[in-house]
C-alpha cells in the first residue's frame, strides 16, 4: 500500500511558476513509476507527466512540454512537478499517481495509487 500526499498548489498569474510536490509513505517509492494527472472543473482527468523508477527516464503530454518538468527524489520518497509559463487553461485539480511502469502511462492502464490533490489556479 502507497500513500501519496501532494503539495504546493495556490495562485498564480498567467506566466508564472509553481513547484509541486508528492510525497509517499512507505519503503516501496523507488519500485513505482511516478505521475501527474489533472482535473479540470466540468473536464475528464488528463495525463500530465510521468518519471521512471529511476528517474532516467519521462513522459509529457504535449499540452505542457517544454513548460512543466518532472523530477523525483528517492532517498526523500518525493515526486515533484516544475511548472513554468504558467496559463488560465492549466488550472485544475492536479494529482499524484504511482503506477508500476511508465510504459502504464503511455499505453493509459490507471495507476495503482493515488493521491487526494492539490489546485493549482492560474488567473487572466
Known amino acids: 500500500q502507497v500513500q501519496l500526499v501532494e503539495s504546493g498548489g495556490g495562485l498564480v498569474q498567467t506566466g508564472g511558476s509553481l513547484r509541486l510536490s508528492c510525497t509517499a509513505s512507505?519503503?516501496?517509492?523507488?519500485?513505482?513509476?511516478m505521475g501527474w494527472f489533472r482535473q479540470a472543473p466540468g473536464k475528464e482527468r488528463e495525463f500530465v507527466a510521468a518519471i521512471s523508477q529511476g528517474g532516467g527516464a519521462t513522459y509529457y503530454a504535449d499540452s505542457v512540454k517544454g513548460r512543466f518538468t518532472i523530477s523525483r527524489d528517492n532517498a526523500k520518497n518525493t515526486v515533484y512537478l516544475e511548472m513554468n509559463s504558467l496559463k488560465p487553461e492549466d488550472t485544475a485539480l492536479y494529482y499524484c499517481?504511482?503506477?508500476?511502469?511508465?510504459?502504464?502511462?503511455?499505453?493509459?492502464?490507471?495507476?495503482?495509487?493515488w493521491g487526494q490533490g492539490t489546485q493549482v489556479t492560474v488567473s487572466s
Open positions: 512507505g519503503r516501496t517509492f523507488s519500485s513505482y513509476a
Open positions: 499517481a504511482a503506477a508500476a511502469f511508465l510504459a502504464h502511462y503511455v499505453t493509459h492502464i490507471n495507476p495503482a495509487y
